[in-house]
């Protein structure tokens, strides 16, 4: 691939659903609001959503000790900041904070939100965003050095996943999808988010009718004009999608909407969907964690997502964080990384 030298920043959003106040705000929309949106996920409103298990402290931790040439780290919150982030950290790392308040003003409507797809649909409009960014999850973690290369190629995005028939939801596919999201939840615990229908939904948005490339939970290379240009001619549906307090099926996903917007111009390196492992406490059985936990340790894999943390025995998470702080906390002190400090470890 060859060499990209155009500034790059991460963006993160991210919530602590423990904080009061964030309870508080919750609970007035769904009091005021109620439920109105039958299109709405059914997991949507699940605290385990806006649960704050330390999982952004390793993400920030291992973009700047494996991605170091990354000059900002913008972390978009709800009038929030992380208790490990003291201002001190802040300016050692270049972590800028930004408020929801930011990047929707002139949409104050959409404000409270408690969606992330709301949010990312506004990613864009943060004031002074590099022309390409790099988004994260607050529960992506890299475990293995990345360089510009492998998020931008001669300014093309490079994405990685693989093509998969487009299925269409009627009406009656919705509903039932509705009712069996519903009764998983009820009888086995998972927590399903239609992630593949937010794909397919985006990827015909763009323009794509048959087809959609299917990406895993990976860091997302995004660039900042490519959606600034899209809701400058289409501002109706930025400003249909941001309305939604809590995911709903009728939106589509801002970011899988830009990575077709590139594929269909052929801005896009496409690449296998390797090198990722998804740690999942609500699904993990013991023996698969173990594989997926070997894959990481033995540097099989460069990107990881940590969802449901809290499912795990308190043994497992035990593991999970040693593995993280073994491998992260090696790389923060060579010099190479440009850190060469130990910087701090996930509280148990």
Same mark, same amino acid.
């Given at each position: 691939?060859?060499?990209?030298?155009?500034?790059?920043?991460?963006?993160?959003?991210?919530?602590?659903?423990?904080?009061?106040?964030?309870?508080? %705000?919750?609970?007035?929309?769904?009091?005021?609001?109620?439920?109105?949106? /039958?299109?709405?996920?059914?997991?949507?409103?699940?605290?385990?959503?806006?649960?704050?298990?330390?999982? =952004?402290?390793?993400?920030?931790?291992?973009?700047?000790?494996?991605?170091p040439?990354?000059?900002?780290?913008?972390?978009?919150?709800?009038?929030?900041?992380?208790?490990?982030?003291?201002?001190?950290?802040?300016?050692?790392?270049?972590?800028?904070?930004?408020?929801? /308040?930011?990047?929707?003003?002139?949409?104050?409507? *959409?404000i409270?939100?408690?969606?992330t797809?709301?949010? &990312?649909?506004?990613?864009?409009?943060?004031?002074?965003?590099?022309?390409?960014?790099? +988004?994260?999850?607050?529960?992506?973690?890299?475990?293995?050095?990345?360089?510009?290369?492998?998020?931008?190629?001669?300014?093309?995005?490079?994405?990685?996943?693989?093509?998969?028939?487009?299925?269409?939801?009627?009406? #009656?596919?919705?509903?039932?999808?509705r009712?069996?999201?519903?009764?998983?939840?009820?009888?086995?615990?998972?927590?399903? @988010?239609?992630? =593949? $229908? #937010?794909?397919?939904?985006?990827?015909? =948005?763009?323009?794509?009718?048959?087809?959609?490339?299917?990406?895993?939970?990976?860091?997302?290379?995004?660039?900042?004009?490519?959606? &600034?240009?899209?809701? @400058?001619?289409?501002?109706?549906?930025?400003?249909?999608?941001?309305? +939604?307090?809590? /995911?709903s099926t009728?939106?589509? @996903? *801002?970011?899988? =909407?830009?990575?077709?917007?590139?594929?269909?111009?052929?801005?896009?390196? $496409?690449?296998?969907?390797?090198?990722?492992?998804?740690?999942?406490?609500?699904?993990?059985?013991?023996?698969?964690?173990?594989? %997926?936990?070997?894959?990481?340790?033995?540097?099989?894999?460069?990107?990881?997502?940590?969802?449901?943390?809290?499912?795990?025995?308190?043994?497992?998470?035990?593991?999970?964080?040693?593995?993280l702080?073994?491998?992260?906390?090696?790389?923060?002190?060579?010099?190479? @990384?440009?850190?060469?400090?130990?910087?701090?470890?996930?509280?148990?």
């Amino acid at each position: 691939m060859a060499d990209f030298n155009a500034q790059i920043d991460a963006v993160i959003a991210w919530v602590d659903g423990n904080d009061p106040e964030h309870i508080r %705000k919750r609970r007035n929309i769904i009091l005021t609001e109620g439920d109105n949106d /039958r299109l709405e996920v059914p997991t949507g409103r699940d605290t385990t959503r806006f649960a704050d298990n330390g999982e =952004l402290e390793y993400c920030i931790r291992s973009i700047r000790a494996f991605a170091p040439w990354i000059r900002t780290i913008h972390l978009v919150t709800d009038n929030q900041v992380p208790r490990f982030l003291t201002p001190e950290i802040r300016r050692e790392l270049n972590v800028h904070l930004v408020d929801h /308040r930011q990047i929707f003003a002139g949409f104050n409507f *959409a404000i409270p939100t408690f969606n992330t797809r709301t949010i &990312e649909t506004a990613l864009w409009r943060i004031p002074g965003l590099a022309d390409h960014y790099i +988004y994260f999850n607050d529960d992506f973690i890299l475990t293995g050095d990345v360089v510009p290369s492998d998020f931008f190629d001669a300014g093309k995005v490079v994405l990685r996943g693989e093509w998969n028939s487009i299925v269409t939801y009627g009406p #009656l596919r919705l509903e039932l999808n509705r009712l069996y999201s519903l009764a998983v939840k009820k009888l086995l615990g998972i927590t399903r @988010s239609t992630h =593949l $229908l #937010l794909q397919m939904k985006s990827a015909r =948005l763009a323009g794509s009718h048959n087809r959609y490339f299917r990406v895993p939970h990976v860091p997302h290379p995004v660039r900042t004009r490519t959606l &600034e240009r899209f809701f @400058s001619r289409h501002p109706e549906l930025f400003e249909q999608n941001i309305r +939604y307090r809590f /995911r709903s099926t009728g939106q589509f @996903s *801002a970011i899988f =909407l830009a990575h077709h917007l590139e594929i269909n111009r052929n801005m896009a390196v $496409l690449l296998p969907p390797d090198e990722h492992v998804m740690i999942n406490g609500e699904m993990d059985t013991a023996a698969g964690l173990k594989r %997926k936990l070997n894959r990481i340790r033995h540097r099989h894999a460069r990107f990881v997502c940590l969802q449901g943390f809290e499912y795990f025995r308190d043994d497992q998470q035990r593991q999970i964080r040693q593995i993280l702080d073994d491998i992260i906390g090696e790389r923060e002190k060579t010099p190479a @990384s440009g850190l060469g400090i130990e910087l701090f470890t996930l509280d148990a």
